[in-house]
C-alpha cells in the first residue's frame, strides 16, 4: 500500500514538473513601461481642441477644428493613461496629443481615426473612455 501511494506521489510531481511551462518574467521591465506610459500621458498637453468624437467598432474617429492651410502637416497621437479604474464598466483615461505645423489664418477641420483595440480590458466586453477635452464618456463596447 504505502509502495503504491509513493508511486502515486512521484507520478503526480514528475507529471506536475514536466507540465509546468518555463517563462522568463522580467517584472521590473513591465513596471518601467507602465511607468514610462503614465509619464507620456503626465506630459503630454490636453489643449486638443476637439469638435467631434465617435466610436465606430474598434476605431475612435476624432474630428479637430484650428488654424492651419490643409492640415496635411498635423501631428495627432491618443496617448492612454497606462491605467484602468475597476468599476462597472472598467474606465480608461485617455488624451489627443495634437501638434500643428502650420502657420495660416484659415481654420479647418479634419478627422482622425485610432485603433482602440489597445485601451480593451481582458475582463470584459467594454471600457468606458474618459477623453480629455471630451465632456462625456465614450462606451466602447467590444
Known amino acids: ?43 503630454s498637453s490636453g489643449n486638443t481642441p476637439l469638435r467631434e468624437v465617435l466610436i465606430k467598432g474598434d476605431e475612435l474617429y476624432v474630428t479637430i477644428t484650428a488654424s492651419g492651410c490643409d492640415g496635411s502637416r498635423w501631428d495627432t497621437r491618443l496617448i492612454d493613461s497606462g491605467k484602468l479604474a475597476y468599476s462597472n464598466p472598467p474606465q480608461r483615461y485617455a488624451k489627443i496629443e495634437f501638434v500643428n505645423n502650420e502657420i495660416c489664418l484659415a481654420v479647418i477641420s479634419r478627422t482622425f481615426v485610432f485603433d482602440l483595440k489597445p485601451l480593451r480590458a481582458k475582463e470584459t466586453r467594454k471600457v468606458c473612455i474618459n477623453l480629455e477635452g471630451w465632456i462625456q464618456p465614450l462606451l466602447y463596447i467590444y
Do not use: P
Not at 501511494?5 to 522580467?26: A, H, K, T
Open 1 to 43: 500500500m504505502k509502495s503504491e501511494i509513493c508511486i502515486f506521489i512521484l507520478l503526480l510531481m514528475g507529471i506536475l514538473l514536466f507540465s509546468c511551462e518555463e517563462r522568463d518574467i522580467d517584472f521590473e521591465s513591465e513596471y518601467e513601461r507602465s511607468h514610462k506610459v503614465w509619464l507620456t500621458f503626465k506630459e
